[in-house]
């Protein structure tokens, strides 16, 4: 069996040179999560171009699915929503391809294993690239089965990003930062998505972080949880970004035409960028 080295073989990497030219300005990724199609149909490609110009430093598009077993209630909602509306894999590419006409910002897929595979893995990854998606999180994927998925990824230049929970040892945690192209995602609690308002124990989730840092060596962001400016502001004592997903929704749901959600979602991530 041969060795992976994961590195991923794109001279334009978007997300790799992001991190590198925010470490450099001694600053930290705000990386908001979007439902395509949601809250109405066709506000894809408008709340991707709005939030990149709100601050957002990379986005991520999650791939609606009818069981997002990671996600809590607000994300399973809007992915039933998008659905209704139309979403498709097929679609959400088709808007990536249109946003990246107009943005270089780098964006992450996040979708589940079963959609990709009835899609067909090596399709979806070429489809991906050719559109113009930068990497991939697919949570239910097993880091130990997903040799054949890094494979075809490195072939199609696409960055792969695995997450890590509050009850992962050191040893994994090392693991999971070496199969990771660019950057890891710590999930904030032992749970699904969805906005808190604080993360439970602080001290235990300070020293999840603190393991984290010692145990890897590639940037790493928090997600699950964070709602506001003070939780930005806590995980990026410790992590190079934080992730915002269910907060934003919420916060746009009940916007009835593209140009509102776009712009509620703007004012969103401006309140959080100087955090």
């Not at 040179?17 to 439902?35: D, M, R």
């Not at 590419?93 to 006409?101: C, D, I």
């Not at 308002?197 to 300070?206: C, I, P, R, Y």
Request: proline residues 5%.
């Amino acid at each position: 069996m041969r060795t992976l080295t994961n590195e991923v073989p794109n001279p334009v990497n978007r997300i790799r040179t992001a991190f590198q030219t925010l470490h450099s300005q001694g600053k930290k990724a705000l990386i908001p999560y979007i439902t395509p199609e949601f809250p109405i149909r066709g506000a894809t490609v408008p709340l991707i171009l709005e939030l990149a110009k709100a601050g957002a430093t990379h986005i991520e598009v999650g791939i609606p699915f009818s069981d997002p077993i990671a996600d809590g209630e607000t994300i399973q909602r809007s992915s039933h929503t998008a659905i209704q509306n139309g979403a498709t894999i097929g679609g959400v590419l088709t808007a990536v391809k249109e946003a990246r006409l107009h943005s270089s910002l780098p964006i992450i897929l996040m979708g589940y294993v079963n959609p990709i595979l009835r899609y067909g893995m090596a399709r979806f990854l070429r489809d991906a690239a050719e559109c113009g998606v930068d990497g991939m999180i697919v949570p239910d994927l097993l880091p130990e089965e997903s040799e054949e998925w890094r494979s075809l990824s490195l072939s199609s230049a696409m960055s792969n990003t695995f997450l890590m929970a509050p009850t992962t040892p050191d040893s994994r945690i090392m693991y999971l930062d070496s199969i990771s192209s660019d950057f890891t995602y710590c999930v904030s609690v032992t749970g699904v998505t969805g906005a808190r308002t604080a993360f439970g124990d602080q001290k235990a989730f300070e020293a999840f972080l603190g393991r984290v840092k010692a145990n890897t060596t590639k940037p790493f962001v928090v997600g699950f949880g964070i709602s506001n400016r003070e939780q930005v502001a806590s995980v990026c004592r410790f992590a190079d970004g934080a992730v915002v997903g269910s907060a934003l929704l919420r916060h746009i749901e009940k916007e009835t035409s593209i140009a509102g959600a776009a712009k509620s979602a703007a004012a969103f991530l401006s309140s959080l960028v100087d955090a």
